[in-house]
């Protein structure tokens, strides 16, 4: 639809339009669709972006003057075309023409996504037509001051959702409100819940800004649309050397620095044709490239020598102290200082505002104690910290070692596995780096507590070691593609089967290896899949938990806990000699003790000159086999049937595909047409993308998981599985496999308007009035006065909500601790089968179920249409009333009764020990969503992370205000 005419109307007589599209403009991150203008008047002319209520836009109403842009000497242009596989969100999943202009202003980039060649073409006409006449302004008296556009320029940040001062006499239209407004009636209520959150970091205050410095703009180019708010729980500190400008002037030259020198770096990385720019973690994206790395692995012994480093690793959980004086005692203690130092830290923070935001005073009070006692004889360079919440992790590299350790290799990466996989005060931080031709991982986790946990420790340990995912790379690298892994951290586990006495006086006749035989990790390593293939020293120390601060003499509270080995270091791979593995007792700060142990690793170093032979002559060969013959593969069967799928239940099937022919073949499966994805999103496939060399096999696992991503998708009306997966052959032909199934309905994923209409369990709810009730607006078709009635909340949530109140409201960490995967499980069938009548699983469980189905809920508690209001209302208790008195009566009463329960909960806070910041910030992520197929802020930029954690903090600020005050309408 042409809108020329529409936009013509907002502008005077003598300003004309000369070329109007719809285009997707994408700036900093930030992507929106807007409608882009040429405007001429005299010798100037500018580009006009203006954003539209509804589009296509249907008259001047609907447009709004977001920004103009001088078509001037400052002004440059350039065209691509756009890859569909491109992390640019698909403008128009019709095409698969896209054109792409980048538009440059300055120190202003603007990209611009087009549908088709034509709008390229024609807007990058107009604009060359006006560079062109640039020159000729001046002598014929016209310089281009560009006045005229002053009156359009209502945003001076030049950010792509600015606000619309044309419509700022509708408080309420698009769900946007400003509370300065002078026609406010609220403003006189000033009660701010931030103001009581001590989010504050001494004088400074967290501020949202876009105003990123250029070179940090740079670094952060990558864009990730795939992350949402959540991430926020899982944010981490994140500096390290492959910030190569921040690296060479870091702080942490603790004894001198070094010469800014990309040359080692890239020498390190290898040249084209070397050979050794295939270094065995960083994993190739063509098939020649997995070719050339194998054949280069087969061979690898012609080319590399063995050279033996020191690796020390620490780990502590500080109980939320603050940093002793020194800790030399720990780190500083061998004659010869260590050339890596890998230093792991739990409960950093314990206070509330660390479970909540991302920011912790005592991450710079720990980073600096741990500076300042490595030894003086060396010299360090900090590779990288990553924190999670209270989980933190330094690693540390001889200065000497730098040129080895490439920057752009070292990678982290963090895995939440508190409350619904997000909350990070469980969890682990890993960080990946090589070290000349020999890939090193290090992991920090703090696994579930308790005596009795030991299987929710092993779940822990099983989503750490299947989630950490290394991004950097393509496909991401897991923890098991490495060289060699060293595991630290309090993984909790405790001594079994024996009385707290017995513990005692076995510890004090130092009968550890008979002490060890009733340790849960002990009697699991080697023997089940937890910590497949890991090995642990002996240990020949007192068990380092639990002791009375300060002390030590073993904890002497009334829960008196059973000493036990908490703290642990584990490593795995070729190459690995343990030295020591001690505790350090006289460090008595916290109820744990230290643990370190010293490690000698061989590491796999290039011969450049032999290098480049082998390299040589591979090349050689492929060359050869690549004349000869083409790729051949054997599927062992194309059709796949999974029956019975249940929600958060997974069922896998192994496709093997054989090489039969004579060179290597790359596999990798495609995109259907129109489609954005290869498989549906309940499908996973592992691995989608490899190699396989001639008379080898690779075994594929295909993977169905109905979780909460999708769950909605699949309602009554639609619940069979169905999907054709295309394997394609680099150079070779595509075959097609197919996937099918039947998903058994659940009430997680069902909407809420269909939940307060159906009356029995869903299992035994006929499908024809599961497909009437999820129609939108049955609910207002209903005809109450023919019988039935309707739920004011929906009985799973009163069944849930009931069970916790009954049997676990004096349970600590209520919402903060996780459920058990096969409990969970159980509590589905409960809700949809309507038996048992008591809910199994423990409380727990209970409450992670609760969470889960009110995330499962298509639209929220509160719509996702009010979300952005309810952001902008969120310093105001009266206009948050005032936004949850319009929603829908089944999400208002939904609403209200949760948090009357949340507010009873806080009253037995003297036992559970609930904090309402807590229980703010978990319920206002469940509460408050955005719409569907919203635009994410990119959280790789500073800006980005500054926005994400304020929406986070409106969203905690909104649900505190009903949780600290009665909602009476």
């Known amino acids: 639809m042409d809108i020329t005419p529409i936009v013509k109307k907002l502008l005077r007589a003598d300003e004309k339009v000369l070329y109007c599209v719809l285009g997707r403009v994408i700036e900093d991150n930030i992507q929106a669709d807007r409608y882009i203008a040429i405007v001429q008047k005299q010798a100037d002319t500018a580009l006009f972006l203006f954003s539209s209520r509804g589009i296509p836009c249907s008259s001047e109403g609907d447009l709004s003057v977001e920004d103009v842009i001088k078509i001037n000497e400052d002004f440059h242009l350039r065209q691509n075309n756009v890859n569909r596989q491109s992390s640019i969100d698909d403008f128009d999943p019709l095409k698969n023409t896209e054109q792409v202009v980048d538009l440059y202003i300055g120190k202003k980039n603007l990209r611009v996504l087009l549908q088709d060649a034509l709008s390229a073409k024609s807007l990058i006409g107009w604009i060359q037509k006006a560079q062109n006449q640039l020159p000729q302004g001046a002598p014929q008296g016209l310089p281009s001051s560009f006045a005229w556009t002053d009156k359009y320029?209502?945003?001076?940040?030049?950010?792509?959702?600015?606000?619309?001062?044309?419509?700022?006499?509708?408080?309420?239209?698009?769900?946007?409100?400003?509370?300065?407004?002078?026609?406010?009636?609220?403003?006189?209520?000033?009660?701010?819940?931030?103001?009581?959150?001590?989010?504050?970091?001494?004088?400074?205050?967290?501020?949202?800004?876009?105003?990123?410095p250029r070179r940090q703009k740079a670094m952060s180019a990558d864009m990730n649309t795939g992350e949402t708010m959540s991430a926020l729980r899982k944010t981490e500190s994140r500096d390290s050397i492959d910030l190569i400008g921040d690296y060479y002037g870091d702080e942490d030259n603790t004894n001198g620095g070094v010469p800014d020198s990309l040359k080692l770096i890239t020498n390190q990385l290898g040249i084209p044709g070397s050979g050794v720019e295939l270094v065995n973690n960083l994993k190739p994206t063509t098939m020649r490239e997995h070719v050339v790395k194998h054949y280069m692995r087969q061979r690898e012994e012609e080319f590399t020598y063995k050279k033996h480093y020191t690796i020390f690793c620490g780990t502590w959980n500080v109980n939320g102290q603050n940093p002793p004086v020194t800790l030399k005692q720990w780190l500083d203690r061998m004659p010869d200082p260590p050339d890596i130092y890998i230093i792991g830290f739990q409960e950093l923070d314990l206070s509330n505002q660390a479970y909540v935001f991302s920011d912790s005073r005592k991450e710079e009070q720990w980073k600096n104690a741990v500076r300042k006692s490595l030894p003086v004889k060396g010299k360090y360079r900090k590779v990288k910290l990553i924190r999670m919440v209270g989980i933190m992790m330094l690693v540390y590299v001889k200065e000497s070692l730098v040129p080895d350790v490439p920057p752009s290799l070292v990678d982290a990466d963090t895995v939440a596995t508190g409350i619904m996989g997000i909350m990070g005060n469980?969890?682990?931080?890993?960080?990946?780096?090589?070290?000349?031709?020999?890939?090193?991982?290090?992991?920090?986790?703090?696994?579930?507590?308790?005596?009795?946990?030991?299987?929710?420790?092993?779940?822990?340990?099983?989503?750490?070691?299947?989630?950490?995912?290394?991004?950097?790379?393509?496909?991401?690298?897991?923890?098991?593609?490495?060289?060699?892994?060293?595991?630290?951290?309090?993984?909790?586990?405790?001594?079994?089967?024996?009385?707290?006495?017995?513990?005692?006086?076995?510890?004090?006749?130092?009968?550890?290896?008979?002490?060890?035989?009733?340790?849960?990790?002990?009697?699991?390593?080697?023997?089940?899949?937890?910590?497949?293939?890991?090995?642990?020293?002996?240990?020949?120390?007192?068990?380092?938990?639990?002791?009375?601060?300060?002390?030590?003499?073993?904890?002497?509270?009334?829960?008196?806990?059973?000493?036990?080995?908490?703290?642990?270091?584990?490593?795995?791979?070729?190459?690995?000699?343990?030295?020591?593995?001690?505790?350090?007792?006289?460090?008595?700060?916290?109820?744990?003790?230290?643990?370190?142990?010293?490690?000698?690793?061989?590491?796999?170093?290039?011969?450049?000159?032999?290098?480049?032979?082998?390299?040589?002559?591979?090349?050689?060969?492929?060359?050869?086999?690549?004349?000869?013959?083409?790729?051949?593969?054997?599927?062992?069967?194309?059709?796949?049937?999974?029956?019975?799928?249940?929600?958060?239940?997974?069922?896998?099937?192994?496709?093997?595909?054989?090489?039969?022919?004579?060179?290597?073949?790359?596999?990798?499966?495609?995109?259907?047409?129109?489609?954005?994805?290869?498989?549906?999103?309940?499908?996973?496939?592992?691995?989608?993308?490899?190699?396989?060399?001639?008379?080898?096999?690779?075994?594929?696992?295909?993977?169905?998981?109905?979780?909460?991503?999708?769950?909605?998708?699949?309602?009554?009306?639609?619940?069979?599985?169905?999907?054709?997966?295309?394997?394609?052959?680099?150079?070779?032909?595509?075959?097609?496999?197919?996937?099918?199934?039947?998903?058994?309905?659940?009430?997680?994923?069902?909407?809420?308007?269909?939940?307060?209409?159906?009356?029995?369990?869903?299992?035994?709810?006929?499908?024809?009035?599961?497909?009437?009730?999820?129609?939108?607006?049955?609910?207002?078709?209903?005809?109450?006065?023919?019988?039935?009635?309707?739920?004011?909340?929906?009985?799973e949530v009163w069944r849930l909500v009931d069970h916790i109140w009954h049997y676990g409201r004096d349970e600590e960490e209520l919402f903060q601790q996780r459920g058990l995967k096969n409990e969970l499980a159980a509590i589905r069938d409960c809700l949809d089968t309507g038996v048992p009548d008591k809910i199994p699983g423990s409380v727990h469980s209970v409450t992670e179920a609760l969470l889960l189905f009110l995330e499962c809920l298509p639209d929220p508690v509160i719509p996702s249409r009010v979300y952005y209001r309810s952001l902008e209302c969120s310093g105001n208790y009266m206009l948050c009333k005032q936004v949850i008195s319009e929603i829908p009566e089944h999400h208002k009463n939904l609403f209200r009764y949760l948090c009357a329960f949340l507010r009873e909960l806080l009253n037995h806070s003297d036992k559970n020990k609930l904090d309402i910041s807590i229980l703010a910030s978990i319920f206002g992520e469940i509460f408050l969503r955005p719409p569907p197929n919203t635009l994410i802020r990119s959280l790789s930029t500073p800006a980005g992370k500054a926005k994400a954690m304020e929406e986070e903090m409106k969203r905690t600020a909104f649900v505190t205000h009903f949780l600290s005050n009665e909602f009476d309408e």
């Open 153 to 212: 320029r209502h945003s001076q940040s030049g950010c792509l959702f600015a606000a619309n001062p044309h419509h700022q006499d509708n408080p309420f239209l698009h769900d946007t409100f400003n509370p300065g407004s002078t026609d406010n009636p609220f403003q006189e209520d000033v009660f701010d819940p931030l103001k009581y959150m001590n989010i504050s970091d001494g004088q400074k205050r967290v501020v949202a800004t876009d105003n990123v």
């Open 426 to 795: 469980k969890g682990g931080v890993g960080v990946r780096m090589t070290l000349h031709n020999t890939s090193l991982c290090f992991i920090n986790t703090h696994l579930a507590a308790h005596q009795e946990e030991y299987e929710r420790r092993n779940q822990d340990y099983r989503d750490v070691e299947s989630k950490m995912r290394f991004k950097n790379f393509a496909p991401p690298l897991t923890i098991s593609e490495h060289d060699q892994v060293f595991w630290i951290g309090d993984l909790n586990y405790r001594i079994n089967g024996l009385d707290i006495d017995k513990v005692k006086t076995m510890i004090d006749k130092m009968k550890y290896p008979d002490l060890l035989c009733y340790d849960q990790l002990h009697q699991q390593l080697g023997r089940s899949d937890v910590f497949k293939g890991y090995k642990e020293g002996v240990i020949g120390f007192r068990p380092t938990y639990k002791y009375d601060t300060g002390t030590n003499e073993w904890d002497s509270s009334e829960k008196s806990r059973i000493p036990a080995w908490c703290d642990r270091i584990l490593y795995k791979g070729a190459g690995i000699e343990q030295v020591h593995y001690i505790s350090h007792p006289d460090l008595m700060i916290s109820d744990h003790k230290p643990v370190s142990s010293l490690f000698n690793v061989e590491v796999k170093v290039v011969d450049r000159e032999k290098s480049n032979k082998v390299y040589e002559d591979v090349m050689k060969k492929l060359d050869r086999l690549e004349n000869d013959y083409l790729p051949q593969v054997k599927l062992d069967k194309t059709e796949f049937q999974f029956k019975d799928v249940m929600f958060i239940e997974k069922k896998a099937e192994i496709l093997t595909v054989c090489n039969i022919g004579q060179v290597p073949v790359e596999f990798e499966f495609i995109n259907k047409l129109e489609e954005q994805s290869y498989c549906q999103p309940w499908l996973k496939i592992t691995p989608f993308k490899s190699v396989i060399t001639p008379g080898s096999s690779c075994e594929i696992r295909l993977e169905v998981l109905v979780d909460k991503s999708c769950v909605a998708t699949l309602d009554a009306s639609n619940h069979v599985l169905d999907d054709i997966l295309v394997l394609h052959l680099t150079g070779g032909k595509d075959f097609f496999i197919t996937v099918n199934g039947n998903f058994i309905p659940s009430s997680f994923g069902c909407s809420l308007e269909a939940l307060v209409q159906m009356h029995g369990p869903i299992r035994e709810t006929p499908t024809a009035q599961l497909i009437e009730i999820e129609q939108p607006g049955s609910l207002m078709s209903r005809d109450l006065t023919q019988g039935g009635r309707l739920y004011a909340v929906p009985k």
